[in-house]
């Protein structure tokens, strides 16, 4: 190569003078005994070009060369020209390097480069058969300058270039000296990268010869070519921006903020980064590339560009942008770790236990069945009734014919019902006249009861309740199913376009699996699902034996089943949001949170409201209203948002305040306003004095919590406006829940010994939980490099992480309520509608 350099050199020369421009003819110096990891200072001009072979030494390198160039002398007028060339390849820069930023032009004088290795000893490409073990780079300087530009020059290879399991690599890095290393596959089961048995196989490769060796040696990279995963973890001390880029084994490296974009993945990080890497994407290893970068924007979200200026300084041109020489004061510290992830057997183990966890509830519920039936089968084998112990029997008739008496119904204003009327309609219109008059009644000091308020035949009642749950079947199949096909097209475009900021994931536990990047997190909204259906069959199992004898709490299966559904439907879209979370689609992770409150709270209202309760139409309608002012929240969540929320949030707070209060028969017109008016003015004293004082009590508390849930909002106006909306309906149902437990207490109503255990377990494992929900590894609310400060390693079972717990807990915790919702009213089942009361 030298010598066809050196002849070309020569052609040059004589074509210079045979046109007579011996007077600005070209000075080449050429030397090949420049030796590794020695300055030298050199000066350049438009007559003289240095041609420097880095061979002197004549040793082997098995790490690539690194060039670095520097000069205080070069300007953009007459930059410096490097071009760096080696057996296979060629890469070239220019001194100084100006980088566009908001702030004006950055300019770096001092540049570094890394000269891809094309001799890799874990290559086994053939072509590399035919390359010299010498690394013998070849660096060309020029310029264009008049005056000589005093450059210095240094050439020296990587140290510590191989990157070792399970151990920590120290490095810094400025914008103009991005720096990679390569991490191989194939170490030793002691950690330590194997350099001999690469060696050898690339020797055997090269021969050509098939012996009983090269025979053992294709054994042993079968056994290397299983699939197995690490994880890169990187930390910084410092806030600078930076890229870091994960490129296969291939040359070129491409290590600027622009060329990194065609291949490999890379992601932006200030004090911590991470990303889960498997053989099966990088073969043989993969290079880490380190870039620094010219402005931290793209890390902090905070733009700080000219358009802070006010606006008269840039009507007057104030805000023309000036060159700035930083001198590289940009040097950002690392600290590269990296180490194994589980194997598919510990997979399977920890994905076996969340399987086997949540099935043990239905080895439980199957176990209640039988105990249930064999006492049912022992209550048979009893003595029949004595003849004169008749006092049950009497009890059963007086129930049906509705002439018991009672302690809470202000009156018997009970018309039967005997069949004459003919349609639903008939039937909802005479309820409403006697909810009217049985209205009036309360409010002139007569207490209602559940027989007052239930007064649809159960055929009405059923048809009603069963809208709910078609409902909320067709809400579920048009949102998810639109919400599937959009989270598989983020899926793709984050593997097509390799950007790891598009997803919000918490690399550190982000384990992938097949076609998912993130499986743990997909994996574990597992148990909503099942629990869903649990609790869909457990519904079945009492709605077939079900009787609707006027006894107990009028039951509404449909608005029942439809809580099964919305959890499962929960599940479902949580999962669909971890395959790829981020702002744009966290509203699919709550959509059915709100669901579910709401369901919950019409459940809890529709024990003692029966008939009065809303329909499904209306509820959905106010569920459409709540996804909306989220969509809202989460695109623009300003502060004039924040207030027009909080305003109707105590607003509606205050309306549902009496109502409660009211037995839902308040009315907000102008005469019971006036009057109420009126009598505060004439007794003011008698007129706050509340009527029922428990009640109030209660209402106060809850309006008082909703006051500082309202307040905290408004005060920090966070970008996860989502979570906020969420805490509000959730808080609001643990208020309502407890209130209705305590009125039930109040009421001396007994509740049945399981129900007591679905309410401590019910409380305790969601406030257990609240503490992994609150425990971030993760925030889409901030930059993704920000985000990836809170990534943090699996803590149980090497698979899952604090928020995989969440929805372990969380689905429990929801199984849990349901039931209590469901048996918290069992005690109930025999007593006269006549003797219970409404509240």
Known sequence: MSYW???????????????????????????????????????????????????????????PARVTVASDFANQTYPLFITARQQKGVFSWQLPMTVQTLNGLEKFTNISRTLCPHNNIFSEDEDTCHMTSLNTPIVHLTSSSPDPISVTILVETVEDFYIKLNTTTNLTSTPSQPKYYFYPFDQRKNKMIDMATPTERKK??????????????????????????VILMIESDDDICALVSIQNFACPVFDNERDILYDGYYLTMTRRGGITLTQDMFPIGFYI???????????????????????????????????????????????????????????????????????SFYIAFIIVIVCQRRRRDQETLLPPMTPHDNSQVSYIRQTLDGSSGSRY???????????????DTDSDLSTVDDVNTESNLYLQGNKLCVANLSRCRPRVLSARSKMYLWNV??????????????????????????????????FLCAHPLVVLSDFNHVYSNLGYILLGFLFLIEVWNRHRKYVDVNLG???????????????????????????????????????????????????????????????????????????????????????????????????TCLVLTFQIYYLGRFRWEGAVIYKALTEFVRQPLAAVTPTHCGRCVLLVIANLGN???????????????????????????????????????????????????????????????????????????????????????????????????????????????????????????????GDIAVF
């Open 409 to 423: 119904c202000a009156g018997d204003l009970r018309t039967k019902t005997d069949g004459s009327s003919s349609s």
């Open 553 to 651: 709490i009028p039951q509404h299966f449909g608005l029942l089943y439809a809580m099964g559904i919305a959890l499962v439907s929960e599940g479902l879209l949580s999962a669909a949001y971890h395959v790829c979370p981020n702002s744009m689609n966290f509203q699919f992770d709550t959509s059915f949170m709100y669901v579910t409150s709401v369901l919950c709270m019409v459940k809890i209202y529709q024990s003692r409201h029966p008939d009065i309760n809303a329909r499904a139409h209306a509820t959905f309608g106010v569920l459409a209203l709540i996804i909306f002012i989220g969509l809202v929240g989460v695109l623009n969540a300003n502060f004039y948002f924040w207030v027009a929320f909080t305003v109707l949030h105590l607003v």
């Open 204 to 229: 055997y490769l090269c021969s050509g010869e098939k012996g009983l060796l090269n025979r053992n040696m294709d054994i042993d990279f079968e056994w290397l070519s299983k699939p197995k995963s």
């Open 707 to 833: 006051w500082a849930i309202a307040a905290y909002g408004v005060t920090q106006h966070s970008r996860d406006f989502a979570s906020h909306l969420l805490l509000v309906l959730m808080s609001n149902l643990f208020l309502y829940t407890l209130f209705y437990i305590v009125m039930k207490l109040l009421h001396r109503e007994s509740i049945r010994w399981y129900s007591w255990v679905f309410i401590a377990l019910t409380y305790t494992v969601w406030f257990s939980s609240s503490y992994f929900y609150l425990d971030l590894s993760t925030n889409w609310a901030l930059t993704p490099a920000q985000s990836r400060q809170n990534n943090k390693v699996c803590s149980l079972l090497q698979l899952y992480d604090s928020h995989d717990i969440w929805h372990f807990m969380s689905s429990t915790a929801m199984f849990f309520s349901f039931n209590m919702y469901l048996t918290i009213d069992d005690s109930l089942s025999h007593v006269p509608r």
């Open 473 to 506: 079947l067709t809400v579920a199949v048009f949102y998810t199913l639109p919400v599937i096909q959009l989270v598989i097209t983020y899926q793709r475009l984050l593997n097509q376009s390799g950007n790891q900021d598009l997803c919000y994931f918490n």
């Open 5 to 63: 350099f050196l002849k070309t050199c020569v052609i040059l020369k004589a074509f210079c003078l045979c046109f007579g421009l011996n007077r600005d003819e070209i000075i080449f110096h050429y030397n090949n005994t420049y030796k590794y990891n020695e300055p030298y200072t050199v000066a350049v001009s438009k007559n003289t070009e240095y041609i420097m072979e880095f061979g002197g030494d004549f040793e082997a390198y098995d790490t």
């Open 289 to 359: 590339v380190f870039i620094v970068k010219t402005s931290d924007e793209d890390c902090s979200g905070q733009s700080v560009s000219n358009a802070t200026l006010p606006k008269m300084a840039q009507y007057f041109g104030w805000d023309d942008k000036v060159s700035v020489p930083t001198n590289d004061g940009r040097v950002k510290s690392f600290s590269l770790r990296v180490i194994e992830t589980i194997s598919y057997r510990e997979y399977m183990i920890a994905a076996g236990s969340a399987l086997g966890f949540f099935l």
